[in-house]
């Protein structure tokens, strides 16, 4: 019985968790190792991602796409140490515990080579341009030691964003293949809005936002594409 054939179009949806990393939290003041360092440079918690996008295969071996996907809020923790005084070594160590969420608007433009089908199972491997919506929000800046501390504003901002794929197409129907599939992404970066003090009297000389340096992340996720 011969297989039906379907156009070359499809529409595609995933979920999946992501796994992300950055270079570090920059700020004023952040730049002299002598008087400021981490106890914990910090990190952000795995997270939830959702994405639906519409493609179009172009033979046995070439596809391209583009896809739009939410990434939820993730919480960041940090923590470093300073001298109150500005000079270092002697002894007047103080900390600043700090706590964010981000999330992310992702879309990009994707294209993909699959690698040949072997019993029903079809290996890629692809990347994708476009752009990223990086939103760093209820960021805290607690200081226990001198009972001090800040916090600043949400704040969103567009960047360049790049990924490079991977994965496995299993198809189920003449129209519906399985994608189990990795990406590795660089998101750009994000920033707070000025930070303030917790105290409204005791105003910060360079009021500045904080900025989470090269956003990256490793994903993995499942999603259905289906032919039409």
């Known amino acids: 019985m011969e297989v039906q054939q379907f156009g070359g179009w ?9 796994n992300q990393q950055f270079d570090g939290l920059d ?10 360092g981490w106890h914990d440079e910090g990190d952000f918690d795995a997270g939830i991602t959702g ?6 295969q172009f033979n ?4 391209a796409d583009v896809t739009g996907q939410y990434r939820g809020k993730t919480e960041f923790s940090a923590l470093d140490f300073y001298d109150t005084d500005g000079i270092p070594d002697n002894g007047d160590e103080a900390t600043n515990e700090y706590h964010a969420k981000k999330s992310e608007w992702l879309f990009l433009a994707n294209a993909y080579t699959d690698l040949g089908t072997y019993a029903g199972l079809t290996p890629y ?3 994708g341009i476009g752009a990223s919506r990086n939103t760093i929000s209820n960021f805290t800046d607690n200081n226990a030691i001198t009972g001090g501390g800040g916090f600043a504003g949400s704040d969103s901002q567009w960047e360049f964003a790049w990924a490079l794929h991977a994965g496995v197409g299993i198809k189920a129907t003449d129209r519906m293949t399985i994608d ?10 994000g920033q707070t809005a000025n930070a303030s003090n917790f105290i409204p009297s005791q105003t910060r000389p360079n009021p500045e936002p904080f900025k989470f340096k090269d956003i990256t992340s490793h994903d993995f996720k499942v999603g259905v594409r289906y032919a039409f």
């Open 10 to 18: 499809y529409l595609r949806g995933d979920i999946g968790m992501s």
């Open 27 to 36: 700020y004023v003041g952040f730049a002299d190792p002598a008087v400021h």
């Open 51 to 56: 994405q639906i996008g519409v493609g179009y």
């Open 60 to 63: 046995d071996w070439f596809r």
């Open 125 to 127: 491997v692809g990347a």
């Open 180 to 189: 189990l599939g990795y990406s590795y992404l660089d998101l750009g970066d």
